[in-house]
């Protein structure tokens, strides 16, 4: 479908694991995409986190790290330069710094931590930082095993009615994406985003840079700050 439709963007996954969706979702990559993979690799991390010389078969993924596992698979398939794995917690990053690394994302896979905080940060994390037509796969939805990862889509899918909706449903996952699939336009008033008063009343007000919005919650504050009625010193 994104093919046909010409929808372009990175792939990207939190909750890597030993890389097997990664590599997958690599193999479908445009020449100038990228697929991002964001993981703790906490699994015996003491050992080294990549294999020396060639790799022509998966080492016994019980022997090595999680980081040199993953780093196996990309290498033996010739994806490695396509990927771009980060050792951290999403907590961690913000909108921002995922576009200035592989731009917007058209599938983001959200197998994170499965607590309630982690689930609505990844969640958010994935739906600010997606390509227009877009989706977001969201990994142990009504596992059992994990009752607040269920919770924490479902409060997410309810809080963003809006902005994104549930569209298939297969074993334990969840696919969602933006209700308009459509590239939106932006009209603003470039003078007053360059007014110095403003700019200082902006600053002193969010703690935050006067800019054109990126996402929802930046709109939502930069049009509070406009609106006389709630801040009539705009």
Not at 147 to 161: E, M, Q, R, S, Y
Not at 216 to 233: H, L, V
Request: glycine residues 6%.
């Amino acid at each position: 479908f994104q093919k046909a439709q010409e929808i372009k963007g990175a792939m990207a996954e939190i909750g890597v694991y030993f890389g097997r969706s990664t590599a997958f979702m690599a193999q479908y990559l445009r020449a100038d995409e990228k697929v991002l993979g964001i993981d703790l690799f906490d699994i015996r991390e003491t050992l080294p986190a990549a294999l020396e010389g060639p790799i022509t078969a998966l080492p016994d993924p019980h022997a090595v790290s999680q980081e040199a596992y993953v780093n196996a698979v990309l290498r033996l398939h010739g994806l490695q330069d396509k990927a771009l794995m980060i050792k951290s917690n999403a907590f961690h990053w913000t909108p921002a710094q995922i576009e200035e690394r592989v731009g917007r994302v058209r599938f983001w896979s959200v197998d994170g931590g499965h607590d309630l905080e982690n689930v609505l940060n990844d969640a958010k994390l994935a739906l600010d930082t997606l390509a227009p037509g877009g989706v977001i796969a969201f990994d142990d939805f009504c596992n059992p095993q994990y009752p607040d990862c269920t919770i924490g889509i479902l409060d997410f899918l309810k809080a963003n009615a809006g902005a994104v909706s549930a569209f298939a449903l297969t074993k334990n996952k969840l696919y969602a994406c933006p209700i308009s699939p459509s590239a939106q336009v932006l009209f603003y008033r470039k003078d007053l985003f360059e007014s110095t008063a403003l700019k200082r009343l902006y600053q002193e007000t969010f703690k935050a840079k006067l800019a054109p919005p990126t996402t929802f919650d930046e709109y939502n504050r930069i049009a509070r700050f406009f609106t006389k009625s709630i801040n009539p010193q705009s």
